[in-house]
C-alpha cells in the first residue's frame, strides 16, 4: 500500500518561497499537481527514478521539483511565488507514464492528502 503525506504549505506574500514535501514510497514517477477552487487539477512539475524533470510553462524558473530517495522524499521549491499559485497541492507517483507526459493527473494512481498554498498580493 501507497502512502503519501505532502507537508509544507502555508501562506505567504507575492514573492516569497515555500518547499512543500512528499513523504512515502514511490513508483518511477512522481509528480505535483494543484487545484485552485472551481478550476481543474493540474500538473505542476514531474520527474522520474532517473531525475528527469518536467514543468508546466506557468511554473518554469520558478518551482523546482527534486527528490531524495534515501528519505523517500519528494520536494516542491517554490520561488517568486504568485496569488495565481493559490492552491491545494498534491504529490502522485505512477509506475507508467505513457508519452512521456507524466504531467496528466490520469497517469497517477497514489495521490497524498494535499497541502495548502496561499499567496495574497
Known amino acids: 500500500q501507497v502512502q503519501l503525506v505532502e507537508s509544507g504549505g502555508g501562506s505567504v506574500q507575492t514573492g516569497g518561497s515555500l518547499r512543500l514535501s512528499c513523504a512515502g514510497s514511490?513508483?518511477?514517477?512522481m509528480g505535483w499537481f494543484r487545484q485552485a477552487p472551481g478550476k481543474e487539477r493540474e500538473g505542476v512539475a514531474a520527474i522520474n527514478g532517473a531525475g528527469t524533470t518536467t514543468y508546466a510553462d506557468s511554473v518554469k524558473g520558478r518551482f523546482t521539483i527534486s527528490q531524495d530517495n534515501a528519505k523517500n522524499t519528494l520536494y516542491l521549491q517554490m520561488n517568486s511565488l504568485k496569488p495565481e499559485d493559490t492552491a491545494m497541492y498534491y504529490c502522485?507517483?505512477?509506475?507508467?507514464?505513457?508519452?512521456?507526459?507524466?504531467?496528466?493527473?490520469?497517469?497517477?494512481?497514489?495521490w497524498g492528502q494535499g497541502t495548502q498554498v496561499t499567496v495574497s498580493s
Open positions: 502522485a507517483t505512477t509506475a507508467y507514464c505513457s508519452g512521456g507526459n507524466c504531467l496528466n493527473q490520469y497517469h497517477y494512481n497514489y
Open positions: 514511490k513508483y518511477y514517477y
